[in-house]
């Protein structure tokens, strides 16, 4: 889900100021400053910009539209905060500015404020109660409350009244199929790809849910995965799910080397940095690669890894000519890579001698030969894929751990733990 702010706003001056501050229809220097500070922001010259917006909002602050274009700027700078005090100090001339409101919200909504921001989105509804952007970034916050009932509503309303709305019914599809309504959900994907045919997400989630096979995960789809849970991924895992994979590879890594203290691992679906943060004190150096840059974001504000690469796991092994790392982890990356075979040549090519390969997979019951597309959108890989893959790559696999991975609805995912090397056991 993208919120997008309302863009820059023009300003017919006159109209804009109150009467004492009226200026001489024969005075044009305004008229030129402002459109020179215009062409300074348009044209990314934000320091300039910046500079001049303060200037013109100390000599004229009875122009809101100033506050609006100052904090669009530090928005666009990622500066929230700041474009948060501009946007609430437009609102005090000119409380009814739809547009406000609107990015009032948006910047309540980066800075972690949902229910400010919902009070934003429902004020700007009072003044234009037919507005879709915010109707739609309404439902966003009540999501990322986990009120999804909520934002279900607010999405099948949306619908109703524009039934083209792409990000609502690709919503709504999410949320539908998040709570078990698997065959509402197959068909709210295929009104997705009525109206674009080219939606790989849409394509394939209708597949998991109609037990299509397919051996491998769009791009597009993980990368909007992850983007999109980015700013709580961590806390939905380890607070609501259970989830504690990164701390059981540390140890069943030392459980099975003790003492070992590998000097280059590489991180392949790094993620927010999880493993990162267990692994960091035996590594003397840390390479991170995820598809998502949102994620990345995350992980780089943590300080652990020496390097991070925005890319796809198999086309960063197709390209990276680093070699020799002593420990490769891939830790709840494989349910959404689907066909090992590629991974597992490929990492053997960049693995050091007695190195060591770990990696999670989400479990199937049966001796099923190839990977098993779930409802859930995720792969299943059976041991005997996993046995047999390894093999024709070379590795030889030393340990197998069953476990419970997350929490999903009333129950738990199940899966192993493989660690592998290319040396023989002995």
């Known amino acids: 889900m ?3 702010a309302r863009h820059f706003s023009a300003i017919c001056i006159f109209d804009s100021m109150p009467d004492e501050q009226l200026i001489s229809s024969e005075d044009n220097s305004l008229e030129s400053r402002l459109t020179e500070v215009f062409e300074h922001h348009q044209n990314g010259y934000y320091d300039r910009a910046e500079f ?3 200037e013109l909002i100390e000599q004229y602050p009875g122009i809101w539209q100033l506050y609006f274009n100052c904090g669009l700027l530090l928005f666009e700078l990622g500066r929230y905060e700041e474009a948060l005090d501009f946007y609430l100090g437009g609102l005090a001339i000119n409380d009814s500015s739809e547009d406000l409101l609107y990015n009032t919200g948006i910047c309540q909504k980066e800075l972690g404020r949902f229910e400010e921001a919902i009070a934003s989105y429902q004020r700007a509804l009072e003044v234009a109660p037919d507005d879709i952007d915010c109707h739609y970034n309404l439902a966003g916050c009540y999501r990322f409350l986990g009120e999804d009932d909520k934002a279900a509503h607010i999405y099948a309303s949306i619908l109703a009244h ?9 919503n709504l ?3 539908t199929h998040k709570h078990g309504e698997n065959e509402r959900a197959r068909e709210l994907y295929e009104r997705i790809l009525e109206l674009n045919p080219e939606h790989a997400s849409a394509d394939h989630m209708r597949a998991a849910l109609s037990g299509e096979a397919r051996n491998h995960s769009p791009n597009g789809y993980v990368r909007e995965v992850f983007d999109q849970f980015a700013g709580h991924y961590e806390a939905s895992l380890t ?4 989830y504690d994979l990164p701390s059981e590879l540390l140890n069943i890594y030392l459980h099975l080397l003790p003492g070992g203290r590998p000097q280059r691992l590489l991180d392949l679906g790094c993620g927010t940095g999880l493993v990162g943060e267990q692994f960091c004190s035996l590594c003397q150096s840390m390479t991170g690669v995820d598809i998502s840059r949102k994620m ?3 992980a780089h504000e943590k300080k652990l890894y020496n390097y991070l690469h925005v890319s796809e796991i198999i086309e960063f092994l197709r390209t990276d000519p680093e070699t020799n790392y002593d420990l490769i982890v891939c ?3 494989l349910p959404y890579l689907g066909d090992l075979e590629e991974l597992f040549n490929r990492v053997s090519y960049i693995m050091a001698t007695h190195g060591h390969f770990m990696f999670s997979v989400e479990h199937f019951s049966s001796d099923a030969d190839s990977p098993v597309l779930q409802q859930s959108g995720r792969f299943a890989h059976s041991g005997c894929y996993v046995f047999d893959t390894a093999a024709r790559a070379g590795w030889n696999i030393i340990s197998q751990t069953l476990l419970n991975l997350r929490k999903e609805r009333e129950g738990w ?11 023989p056991v002995k």
């Open 162 to 170: 524009t039934p083209t709305h792409l990000p609502s019914l690709n």
């Open 173 to 175: 599809a999410y949320l």
């Open 2 to 4: 993208v919120l997008i």
């Open 239 to 242: 607070d609501n799910l259970g």
């Open 413 to 423: 995912i199940q899966g192993s733990i493989y660690v592998m090397s290319l040396a």
């Open 52 to 54: 001049h917006y303060r």
């Open 296 to 298: 990345l974001d995350v």
């Open 331 to 333: 830790a709840d990356v």
